[in-house]
Each structure stands twice: as C-alpha cells, then as structure tokens.
C-alpha cells in the first residue's frame, strides 16, 4: 500500500511569492491532517478535513494559510503571501475513522 | 487548550543502557485523552510507536513501553536496553477524548543519540 505522498520535498521561495504544497493521503482516508513544524513551536495542526469537509481551519493560520481537499484523494495547502517566518517542514497526514494517523515525509520549505 | 510536555532537547544514551523520556500532558476536553508516542527514525517520516487509549493501561512496542498515568498526567517512554538502531526523535502526543474531532496535539519532541 502506498503511504501518504507529498509533492515537492523541497521548496524554496522569495518573500511574497504564493507556494502550493501538495498531499495525497493513503487511499480511503477520510481524515486529513496538515501540520507546520517548527523547532521553535514543535508540530502545529494547520487544517483538518473529515471527508473532505473542513472541520479545523488553524486559528492564527487562517489569513495567508489555505488548504483545500479538492477530493478525497488529493489535497493543497497553499501560502499567499510567503514569509521568511513561514520556513518549516509542513506535514501532511491521513486517517481511517478514529485510527492512527499516517505520516507523510515533509516538505521542507525556505523562504528568503 | 491542550499541552504536552517532555524531556526537552536530545538524550544520549550508552547501547544496552536504560531509557526513559519524560512526557507530562494538560487536556482541557471532557473525558480521558488518548496517548501517543511516535518516532521519526533518520531519513524517514513519522509513524506511531505505541498508543493507549484507556488510563492505567500500559503499550508497548518494539521493545519500548509507556504506562497512561491519569493521576500523574504522565506517559513516560521506557527501555530496558537501547540500541543503535533506536537513534530518533521521538514524540509524545494526545488527542481529546471526544473522537469527533481528534487532532493530535505534540511535545517538542526528544532527539535520543543511542553510541556503542
């Protein structure tokens, strides 16, 4: 079985510039979890999606910070505008119902 | 809101020697929270180690074992004997007690350095 897939690994940006990270969780999922990591916070929960709803939009994230699950196979979280302070790996994860979540390997994001 | 705490920064450990990293949590939701440890072993991503989901009892894994203390508020990480291949970042993390939402909230996470 595939494990949950995120495209790029690495993503390096200017200041300003809008990214789009992406994710596929393990098919069947329906839980969908992004997260920042951060060696100052440790991991924070940005989004959480149950069947493709959105059930937690991240608070103090929401106003550059959006993502999206266009179906239930795909999801992005997109971050319009860009900030030096938004360096981070951004975990994607997946669920089946109330089970354990499932990891993604990152993408570690720079912005200059 | 909900908090975990554990041994902050990285542990160093002597192969074959005991392990123990500290995990303390705060949940404000009703009901027990459940328990999670995970581990990201070097160039992987993150995957549970071990959970429970019922205070007072004990999981174990790979030879690791935690015990859901609700008095304490603890989930201590133990090991008997480490070895190399246990060098990682481990986490400790809950989620609420009510399913419906169930995000997991993470410590900062333990780098433990396991040298022959």
């Known amino acids: 079985d595939a494990g949950v897939t995120q495209t790029p690994r690495h993503e390096v940006a200017e200041k300003g510039q809008t990214i789009i990270l992406k994710c596929e969780p393990v098919?069947?999922?329906?839980?969908l979890f992004w997260y920042r990591q951060t060696k100052i916070q440790g991991l924070e929960l940005l989004s959480y999606?149950?069947?493709?709803?959105?059930?937690?939009d991240g608070g103090a994230f929401k106003d550059r910070f959006k993502a999206e699950m266009l179906n239930s196979s795909f999801s992005t979280l997109k971050i319009q505008p860009t900030e030096p302070k938004d360096s981070a790996v951004y975990l994607c994860?997946?669920?089946?119902?109330?089970?354990?979540?499932?990891f993604g390997p990152g993408t570690r994001l720079t912005v200059l | 809101g909900d908090s975990v705490t554990q041994t902050e920064g990285q542990v160093t450990v002597s192969e074959s020697k005991s392990l123990i990293i500290n995990c303390t949590y705060s949940?404000?939701?009703?009901?027990?929270?459940?328990l999670f440890w995970y581990v990201r072993y070097p160039g992987e991503g993150l995957q549970l180690l071990l959970k429970?989901?019922?205070?007072?009892q004990k999981g174990s894994s790979r030879g690791f074992e935690a015990t859901y203390n609700k008095e304490a508020t603890s989930f201590h990480l133990q090991k008997a004997s480490v070895q190399e291949s246990d060098s990682a970042v481990y986490y400790c993390?809950?989620?609420?007690?009510?399913?419906?939402?169930?995000?997991?909230?993470f410590g900062r996470g333990t780098r433990l350095q396991v040298y022959a």
């Open positions: 993390a809950l989620s609420a007690g009510t399913q419906v939402v169930g995000q997991l909230t």
């Open positions: 994860a997946s669920r089946d119902n109330y089970a354990e979540q499932f």
């Open positions: 429970v989901i019922t205070a007072g």
């Open positions: 999606f149950r069947s493709k709803s959105l059930m937690e």
């Open positions: 098919s069947g999922h329906n839980d």
């Open positions: 949940a404000t939701s009703i009901g027990y929270p459940n």
